[in-house]
């Protein structure tokens, strides 16, 4: 019998008032919190933050915002959703998630990865075009910490450590730790090398295109003579209680925030016939009524063979009323009607 | 169509797979190289590109009609030009600071200008750049089907530029020959079809409008 699990992720997207007014960062940032201590009630399994740095996603410290989350709940796992590992200290990392490992109780985990964004880089002195180098030589070195003894590592990006105990120490076994990867084969193939579970951040296009990473995956576990690991699914979306009413809250939205981005970033905007297929059974955007949503869950489950997915909810300028029955939606329909699809007889898996 | 060319693809990241599998269901013989040795690449050929062989960069273009380049562009400055002498080049890969960082010598020309230029023994054709590899290969589609989308081609060869509008055509793109590779920076991130997929009408209204603004 294989285990789901179920997370929502965000990226502190800025909120708006019922007016359309943006609210502060702080406000925000409160609500981010509010929102994770819902999850826990409304029975999702993990609440994660990706690391932002921008006006409209002002989360540069998910890990202090888990932390309060962590204070008022129990159950609820709690991670990044990504670490931008390549501008960070993997030292750091690893402490600012063995802290919450302690104060949640052993609830943490840790995504590395990159994201879409890059704002890291200048902001901390880097140049993207080492970013190859970075990641690799920083995941291999997060690798080691996870390990939780003395580490001794020698690269290009960071002091030496000879023999050096890393504190504080993980109370019930190693952080579950995974690499996000957006589409290159190559990146799969570390994070088995490295002994990660694999997150695939599935953003556009078809999502069944990915099964052949899944399996990648498995085995180059094999290859590299380690166990079999997890495959997450990550993918933006937003649920309401008709398909209709979804995408008329998400749809301007998302096409404020592309349109604010594709100047600088220099593609193009979406359509509404694009949204329409993002939308669809064969896109990547999860966006419509609870059954809606759970069957094209519950269907790419199946086609990736893995066992857990990660919401990516909200977008700027949605409210925290939205959000908030997004939340509730997702924990208490989306969620038991996906397990529910995942455990009917004839649907192959074991 | 006589013997069909056979592709190397240059790159196992993100975006030479596409290709390399677009190319493969039209009928291309494809070989896929990475920076190293080919066994690295074994795994991802055979579940992520099956039908393709890994070799080594220098045999796969030796053996090949037709390079693509699908490298990170700051890799490219690391090729040396010998290795693609005579032969005619796809270039796929983008001079995109915003996502990639900056790079000294993509600053003041088009990339694949520069990409002419360092290559000069070689056919340099821009295409296959400018539709992201999300999409690029669900919207493909046969000739002749309705709403087919378009993707655009240029280079200063223009038996070169003919022959990468055939293979374009064949693995599912109405091409749009967009002129030389000067005129090519229409397809440049910051360009007014870069990252958008449309159709051949659209396509040519958009580039039209573009083309304006950038030259």
């Known amino acids: 019998m294989t285990t789901y699990t179920f997370g929502l992720d965000t990226f502190g997207d800025r909120n708006s008032d019922a007016d359309g007014k943006p609210l502060s960062h702080a406000q925000t940032i409160r609500n981010v919190a509010e929102e994770g201590v819902f999850a826990e009630q409304a029975g999702v399994d993990f609440f994660g933050i990706g690391e932002h740095h921008t006006e409209y996603f002002p989360m540069p410290a998910g890990d202090v915002v888990l932390a309060a989350i962590a204070a008022r709940t129990e159950r609820i796992r709690l991670g990044s959703a990504v670490t931008v590992l390549s501008s960070d200290d993997p030292v750091r990392v690893f402490q600012r998630y063995s802290t919450l490992n302690a104060i949640s109780g052993g609830r943490a985990e840790v995504i590395l990865g990159r994201g879409s964004s890059i704002e890291s880089f200048p902001l901390f002195g880097y140049d993207l075009a080492d970013y190859e180098e970075l990641f690799e030589e920083k995941a291999a070195l997060f690798a080691e910490l996870l390990k939780d003894g003395p580490v001794t590592w020698r690269g290009k990006t960071r002091a030496p450590l000879l023999n050096q105990d890393v504190v504080p120490h993980t109370e019930s076994g190693p952080l579950p730790a995974w690499i996000g990867v957006g589409g290159n084969p190559q990146s799969v193939i570390r994070a088995a090398r490295l002994g990660f579970s694999l997150a695939l951040a599935i953003i556009g296009g078809r999502p069944a295109r990915f099964a052949a990473y899944s399996q990648l995956f498995q085995r180059a576990l094999e290859k590299f003579g380690r166990p079999p690991l997890p495959v997450l699914v990550h993918s933006p979306g937003h649920v309401a209680a008709t398909d209709e009413q979804a995408k008329a809250e998400f749809w301007p939205r998302w096409r404020e925030i592309i349109a604010l981005i594709a100047p600088e970033r220099g593609f193009a905007l979406p359509t509404e016939e694009s949204f329409d297929w993002d939308t669809g059974p064969d896109g990547s955007l999860y966006v419509g009524s609870p059954e809606t949503v759970a069957q094209k869950i519950a269907t790419n489950l199946r086609a990736l063979t893995a066992t857990r997915f990660d919401l990516k909810y909200g977008m700027p300028g949605l409210t925290h009323d939205q959000l908030m029955t997004n939340i509730e939606l997702y924990g208490r329909q989306v969620v038991p009607r996906v397990r529910e699809l995942l455990s009917s007889p004839g649907n192959g898996r074991s | ?50 039908g393709a062989q890994a070799r080594w960069a220098g045999d796969a273009v030796a053996d090949a009609d037709i390079v693509v380049l699908a490298i990170p562009l700051h890799r490219f400055l690391d090729v040396g030009p010998a290795l693609l002498d005579g032969k005619l080049v796809i270039d796929a890969m983008n001079y995109w600071p915003a996502s990639d960082g900056a790079l000294e010598a993509f600053e003041d020309d088009g990339s694949s200008e520069v990409v002419a230029r360092r290559l000069s023994g070689s056919a340099v054709v821009k295409a296959l750049n400018h539709i992201g590899y999300h999409e690029l290969e669900d919207q493909a589609r046969p000739a002749g089907t309705p709403g087919r989308k378009a993707a655009g081609v240029a280079g200063d060869d223009p038996a070169a530029v003919a022959s990468i509008a055939g293979l374009v055509d064949r693995i599912g793109y109405d091409p749009v020959r967009v002129g030389i590779l000067r005129a090519g920076r229409v397809l440049q991130p910051g360009g007014p079809v870069f990252g958008a997929v449309l159709t051949l009408p659209e396509f040519q209204r958009a580039v039209r409008e573009g083309a304006r603004s950038l030259t």
Do not use: C, F, N, Q
Not at chain 2, 1 to 27: C, E, Y
């Open chain 2, 1 to 50: 169509m006589g013997k069909p060319s056979r592709l190397a693809v240059l790159g196992a990241g993100h975006v030479g797979p596409v290709i390399a599998r677009l190319a493969i269901k039209a009928g291309y013989p494809v070989t896929i190289a990475a920076s190293g040795d080919p066994e690295d690449i074994a795994l991802v050929t055979e579940l992520v590109i099956p």
